[in-house]
């Protein structure tokens, strides 16, 4: 690999010397630094219709796409390739002036300068957005600024679904490089062990194939190792056959949350509905600290289903409580992610935080008796306050599914048993309440662990999907012998540590 990459760096420098010869044309930021206007002039001079300036309508419309309020930057510049060619380019000019830069697909990680920067350029992937399904069928090729709504909508129309995100708004890239927890991991595994190929654009600006085959050390690491290690272009993923299946969404009020944890104990104990792969539940309490009141709610998914049932049951403890509202029926997998266009609302500021705990009815006991009181105590102020918990079960199917497929930089032992990944989100309005909010997600997550390790049922894993700021995923993943190995694979294929310094936002692994 290491020669491969030294072979094509003289070509990058060519078409870095090439493009520094290019005179910056004028605009009307000159005031700013130099050295960044020397990196936006140039990609701006070669493309002119990719490189968007502050107060166009381009960069307004573009910098306002990110999920969550608390991500709100100002890029100096924002380019939007069209290519790979275009991502290369860009990479070869910031790696030449030592620009900061990030790289935006969906936009969904509420963390900011995970996908945006005050201190440099900002690549967005919004125009990347083609996709392509082999002779077959077998393998869809996807770019990185889609989202899963539009690959699943694309894909009915084949009859074919791929393992992904779980929400229509979410970007693509984010999810995959992230691991990716899909309605189908209990028989795939994480959405990135569907990957079969990785295009990407690296360090020194090399556009590379990553798979089992080419630069398979690359393959391992990008599943899971966020942005670490270059910039994905496209995504091949395998397909499989689309059928009906009963799913839906299942609110309960107050009175019925008592119901709704025995049930969700009930799944999760021998003989439940833990065991039936073609299931996915994921079950949350939501907390109002402004009303005092705690509601439930729960996604249902069984995609095996056959005309002789009423209800799967592996579901039935969770229908069968009266409820608010239940959706649940049999329909697409298009037509049941309709429900979760919501998560699209970008009008609020959210956080998240990422734990885990044992797959156990204490588990779900402690989660419920520890979190609501604090969120009750600490956010009754914070208007408009919002707090999810979602408790989203990893079975021992969904972690040997990962490694039989050719595993991963997670590396989950399934001999370790269930678990449960929990995530902590928050939702409010004014960004005076973000230290009170912060605080809270400190207070309730220190609780949580304390108490899971004091029942012997904490689960050393931070899924980087739902994690928050300052947590520190990587250092978790395969009880803690991932990390070196990322690491000595980001130094072979980026040497300069480009990745790490000229692109800090987000999750880093380190040098």
Not at 65 to 76: A, E
Not at 173 to 188: E, K, P, W, Y
Request: with cysteine.
């Amino acid at each position: 690999m290491a020669n491969y990459v030294l072979t094509t760096f003289c070509v990058c420098l060519h078409l870095s010397f090439v493009l520094s010869a290019i005179v910056p044309v004028s605009n009307s930021s000159a005031s700013l630094d130099p050295v960044l206007s020397e990196s936006c002039q140039i990609l701006g001079q070669r493309f002119p219709n990719q490189l968007h300036w502050p107060g166009t309508e381009q960069y307004t419309n573009e910098n306002s796409l990110y999920w969550s309020k608390t991500t709100l930057v100002t890029p100096y510049c924002i380019f939007t390739p069209e290519n790979a060619n275009h991502v290369s380019a860009a990479v070869i000019e910031l790696h030449r002036t030592q620009t900061q830069f990030a790289v935006r697909s969906g936009g969904h990680m509420p963390v900011k300068g995970a996908a945006g920067t005050n201190q440099g350029v900002l690549i967005a992937m919004t125009r990347m957005n083609s996709t392509a399904l082999s002779t077959d069928g077998g393998i869809a090729s996807i770019g990185p600024g889609l989202r899963w709504g539009d690959v699943y909508n694309w894909l009915s129309t084949e009859d074919r679904v791929v393992v992904g995100g779980r929400y229509a708004p979410v970007g693509v890239s984010g999810v995959l490089l992230g691991g990716g927890m899909s309605h189908f991991s209990a028989t795939h595994g994480w959405a990135a062990n569907n990957v079969v190929n990785f295009e990407l654009v690296l360090a020194n600006g090399t556009i590379a194939s990553a798979n089992a085959t080419a630069n398979s050390d690359l393959f391992w690491a990008l599943k899971g190792s966020s942005s670490n290690h270059g910039i994905v272009v496209r995504f091949d993923l395998r397909t499989y056959p689309a059928s009906p299946m009963y799913a839906g969404t299942i609110s309960y009020e107050e009175s019925q949350v008592q119901q709704f944890l025995h049930a969700f104990q009930n799944w999760l104990s021998p003989g439940g509905g833990i065991r039936d792969e073609a299931t996915a539940i994921v079950p949350a309490l939501f907390i109002y600290p402004e009303e005092r009141s705690v509601q439930a709610n729960i996604v249902v998914l069984q995609n095996n289903y056959t005309l002789n049932q009423t209800v799967p049951k592996s579901l039935q403890g969770f229908v069968n409580i009266s409820s608010a509202s239940n959706t649940a029926h049999v329909r697409t997998y298009p037509d049941f992610l309709t429900e979760t266009t919501q998560y699209g609302n970008r009008s609020n500021r959210n956080t998240f935080y990422a734990t885990s705990l044992l797959a156990t009815a204490d588990a779900v006991r402690l989660i419920n008796e520890t979190i609501p009181p604090i969120a009750l105590s600490m956010l009754e102020g914070v208007q408009n306050s919002f707090v999810g918990l979602s408790m989203q079960p990893v079975t021992k199917s969904h972690l040997q599914a990962a490694r039989d497929a050719g595993g991963d930089a997670l590396d989950l032992d399934p001999n370790d048993g269930d678990f449960i990944a929990f995530n902590l989100v928050v939702e409010y309005t004014n960004e005076q309440d973000d230290a009170t909010v912060i605080s809270f997600n400190t207070a309730a997550l220190q609780a949580l662990d304390t108490a899971s390790k004091a029942a012997n049922i904490y689960y050393p894993f931070q899924f980087l999907n739902d994690a928050g700021a300052g947590e520190q995923v990587f250092s978790l993943y395969g009880k803690g012998k991932s990390l070196e190995r990322m690491k000595s694979i980001r130094r072979a294929y980026d040497p300069d540590g480009v990745f790490q310094d000229l692109m800090p936002g987000g999750f880093k692994i380190g040098v």
